[in-house]
């Protein structure tokens, strides 16, 4: 009896484990729901239009993710009484990295050199990026 209370709580105990999502998904998973509340926060009407980088060759990611970074920071929101929370989107969405590894590819020099699209498409460009 002793041994049989044993194996089933090392089963449970392992599969409590196996079944955790990893740091690096939950942590993509709660960017993603982040660019999906600045859609809806962002100023769209007279905004500034963003470089917005499509279909990133995979040695050019860590420039892509560059081009959005330096994008989410000129983004502004709607209204004035979404500041605080746009603000620390802004800021969590902005934290967003990619691990590097391989060598540098032929990339487009600089963010100047993607078109440049409204704030909604640069968020949804940046969305299929993280995804």
């Known amino acids: 009896m002793k041994r049989m209370i044993i194996f089933c709580m090392l089963f449970f105990c392992s599969t409590m484990v196996l079944t955790e999502t990893s740091p690096r998904t939950a942590k993509y998973r709660q960017i993603?729901?982040?660019?999906?509340?600045?859609?809806?926060?962002?100023?769209?009407?007279?905004a500034e239009l963003l470089h917005t980088p499509e279909n990133p060759v995979k040695g050019c990611l860590n420039t892509t993710v560059t081009c959005f970074q330096k994008g989410i920071?000129?983004?502004?929101?709607a209204s004035s009484q979404d500041n605080p929370r746009f603000t620390k989107t802004i800021r969590i969405v902005?934290?967003?990295t990619h691990r590097y590894s391989g060598e540098q590819e032929d990339c487009k020099p600089t963010c100047e050199s993607y078109e440049k699209k409204t704030p909604k498409n640069f968020l949804q460009g940046f969305e299929n990026l993280v995804q």
């Open 32 to 46: 993603l729901k982040k660019i999906e509340q600045l859609k809806s926060m962002v100023k769209e009407k007279d």
């Open 73 to 77: 920071q000129k983004l502004q929101p």
């Open 94 to 96: 902005s934290r967003f």
